[in-house]
């Protein structure tokens, strides 16, 4: 049976539900933000206020337990993912968790062993799947612009940023026990889901992974190699810790007849690359860059539709990346 409306509770409502998620769910047909949750009271409170929610909480069993919620967006960082989402599924609540999908492979096979369980869905913010720049690169390998694809390759480069380098009191997302691992883990799932959605599965996956700089424990500067499971090959490098000379955002995708080239951050415009020439297609994001995705959710939990981003496409991304980092 249908669901009338999708009532969202948000555990976490930190710097990424501002604009990039949160406004969102209230844009959508069918779906309002009913409760956020943070451990801070008083922030809760302000950004329930900010964004005109009507209830706060700084415990999140009470909101997953609200009989007003019946779906959970868990923005939390990746450590409590699993944790959350697996009491939101077992009460019986459709969960929306942040990318990565959780720190460890383990925990994203627990999350989906009990989505299996108990027949409650989960949804993961991999929200390129659904930019029309990136369905624009998906749609230009599907209509054949570059022959057969070969060989992608992922350039991800840039200085750390203070919070980073903060000896004192670093940025959660360099901390492995909070993170999994260090901006890797934050940054590359996007680029590696994308290509997941591109080619399949990645098959083989290994790397080098070493701190270079030694400004917080984990990895800065990554090195992989990668075989999809249509038989494309890929690359990549990363290294969070270069100077501002060396910052580089670059994907592609050479072909049999061309190549793509797009950014993975910083939405400059697709380029096609073909014997007769070059041409660009632009971006075109919406407002709240999660809405296309969040738009998907919400239908799918509406009326039991797919979705392009699921617990079972995300886990494979944890899984890459733990060959790569970890081996």
């Known amino acids: ?45 302000d950004y329930a206020k900010r964004h005109e929610v009507s209830r706060w909480y700084s415990n999140a069993s009470e909101l997953i337990n609200d009989p007003g919620v019946n779906a959970i967006y868990v923005a939390t960082p990746p450590s409590s ?50 930019l029309p ?41 360099v901390d492995p026990k909070i993170a999994g691992g260090g901006v890797f883990y934050d940054l590359a799932s996007h680029q590696l889901d994308f290509m997941d959605f591109l080619f399949g599965p990645v098959t083989q996956a290994e790397g080098t992974a070493e701190n270079r700089a030694g400004l917080y424990a984990a990895e800065d500067t990554i090195v992989a190699s990668l075989k999809f499971e249509n038989g494309v ?4 490098i990363w290294s969070f810790v270069t100077g501002e000379s060396s910052r580089e955002d670059k994907m592609e995708i050479i072909g049999t007849e061309g190549k793509i080239v797009f950014s993975g951050f910083g939405h400059n415009p697709i380029v096609l690359e073909k014997e007769s020439g070059k041409l660009e297609f632009p971006y075109l994001n919406p407002e709240n860059i999660q809405y296309n995705l ?8 509406q009326y039991k539709r797919t979705c392009v981003s699921t617990g079972i496409t995300a886990s494979r991304t944890n899984w890459v990346m733990e060959q790569i980092v970890y081996g």
């Open 1 to 45: 049976m249908a669901v009338k409306q999708v009532n969202w509770g948000i555990i976490g409502c930190g710097d990424v539900t501002e604009k990039k998620s949160g406004p969102a769910f209230n844009k959508i047909e069918k779906s309002l933000l009913v409760a956020v949750m943070r451990r801070n009271e008083s922030l809760a409170a």
């Open 81 to 130: 993912h699993a944790v959350y989402a697996i009491e939101a599924m077992k009460a019986g609540k459709p969960v929306y968790v942040e990318k990565p999908m959780a720190a460890t492979y383990a925990e994203c096979q627990e999350m989906m062993q009990v989505s299996e369980e108990t027949g409650v869905p989960l949804f993961v913010a991999y929200y390129r799947r659904t």
């Open 133 to 173: 720049g990136f369905l624009k690169v998906k749609e230009l390998i599907e209509e054949g612009q570059i022959g057969r694809p070969l060989v992608t390759s992922i350039r991800l480069m840039r200085p750390p940023l203070s919070q980073e380098a903060d000896a004192i009191a670093p940025a959660w997302r």
């Open 233 to 236: 090959i890929g690359s990549g």
């Open 294 to 301: 969040i738009k998907e959710v919400v239908e799918a939990i």
